[in-house]
């Protein structure tokens, strides 16, 4: 990659003709979105502290992950759009190759088999295709006629199943659809015609009665009858979403204050500082805590749509806009099924919950973001 090929620029007004930028844009940064994941990160840690009951590992873990994903985001940042997509399948390849690892030498916890151990580090290779999957998909349709015709879609159907399928083998059924509709996103951006959209429901609605019979396991279906009456195993399937809601209804209007939650502090709820960890910060800081998260959301949302709208390329376009419109769907899914309207799927909050291979991942995308947010045209 040359120079050239990378350096940001900026239009003077009414001039036509563009500068060399300065500042954040040097160093090929969006200083308002960084600003919203620092701040984001840090109201993070500070409600794991409470989450874990004071400990002082979780936190110090999840800091030094925090770290590396800002490196990773910055080191993101630098890489030409361009270039993102002229690469985008070794990390697709990469990413399904660690997941036919998985089945073979991966480790499990409580009955799935979703991690890979390399020299003490434990990481989860299906978190990599969240942002792999779309970062492919955009580079595919994004140098081909749009909306894509009938062969470029059943080909970037192909590059949404295999990794989808992988991860259902693990099993991990809600990690699997994430995948998939992160890659699905880029092809609704890419104006996936209306005709395809509804072969597509029709399909769906088919095939969840057949999901249901041949491919989910018993403790999957229990966590959807769980959903529809949480009072039939109060002391078993329903007990997560019983602690959850209580947590999150006791905590009021201004919450019972830090770390002075009951439900997690008296270890009631479980999984506080993963996937429950919106609950923790229901209880102690009420629904004033939770508005404050969703603003921040809200706000990184509102700017990682901005940056899709005014990208200089298709690929930058449908690579923004499927990385922000997944980084919505995780926020959705985790608030919804911690709240009791979504079966309890394994989601985590994201910047929130205790995980480096999610924080990192989702870093990763931003770089994305950020590099398509500075690049600039010489000129049209």
Same mark, same amino acid.
């Given at each position: ?34 600003? =919203? ?22 936190? *110090? ?32 390849? +990469?990413?399904? !190759? ?73 099993? %991990?059924? +809600?990690?699997?659809? =994430? ?38 396991? %018993? ?9 529809? %009456? ?25 919450? *019972? ?8 502090? =008296?270890? !009631? ?5 993963? %996937?429950?960890?919106?609950?923790? =910060? ?83 995308? !931003? ?9 600039? *045209?010489? +000129?049209?």
């Amino acid at each position: 990659m040359s120079q050239g090929d990378f350096v940001r620029r900026l239009q003077q007004p009414g001039s036509g003709v563009y500068t060399t930028a300065s500042g954040w844009q040097k160093v090929h940064l969006d200083f308002l979105l960084f600003l =919203l994941l620092a701040v984001l990160t840090a109201f993070g840690l500070f409600v794991l502290y409470s989450a874990s009951g004071g400990s002082e590992f979780y936190v *110090k873990r999840q800091a030094m992950w925090v770290a590396i994903g800002f490196v990773a985001m910055f080191i993101t940042a630098q890489i030409s759009p361009r270039l993102l997509a002229r690469w985008a399948l070794l990390p697709w390849l +990469g990413g399904v !190759f660690l997941l036919v690892a998985v089945i073979f030498f991966g480790t499990g916890a409580k009955g799935a088999q979703r991690w890979l151990d390399l020299g003490g580090f434990r990481f989860q290779p299906s978190e990599v295709l969240k942002i792999a999957v779309p970062l492919m998909l955009a580079s595919y349709l994004g140098n081909r006629h749009l909306p894509p015709r009938f062969a470029h879609v059943v080909s970037a159907l192909a590059l949404i199943l295999i990794p989808a399928g992988l991860v259902i083998i693990q099993p %991990d059924l +809600g990690t699997s659809i =994430l995948v998939a509709a992160s890659g699905f996103f880029v092809l609704f951006l890419a104006g996936l015609p209306k005709r395809y959209l509804a072969i597509a429901a029709t399909g769906i609605a088919v095939a969840v009665p057949m999901m249901w019979f041949y491919l989910m396991r %018993d403790y999957q279906k229990q966590r959807i009858l769980t959903l529809l %009456d949480p009072q039939s195993d109060k002391l078993g399937a329903g007990w997560n979403i019983m602690q959850s809601t209580t947590a999150i209804g006791s905590g009021g209007l201004h919450g *019972k204050g830090w770390m002075q939650g009951t439900q997690s502090q =008296l270890d !009631f709820l479980p999984e506080s500082h993963t %996937d429950f960890i919106i609950a923790v =910060l229901a209880e102690e800081f009420g629904l004033m805590g939770v508005l404050l998260l969703l603003l921040l959301y809200l706000l990184v949302i509102g700017r990682g749509i901005v940056i899709g709208l005014t990208a200089q390329s298709n690929f930058g376009r449908l690579l923004a806009g499927s990385i922000i419109l997944t980084f919505s769907i995780y926020v959705f899914v985790n608030m919804a099924m911690v709240s009791g309207i979504l079966p309890v799927v394994g989601v985590p909050l994201p910047l929130m919950s205790y995980g480096g291979t999610s924080i990192v991942t989702l870093m990763l995308g !931003f770089g994305m973001l950020m590099a398509i947010s500075t690049e600039k *045209k010489r +000129g049209v």
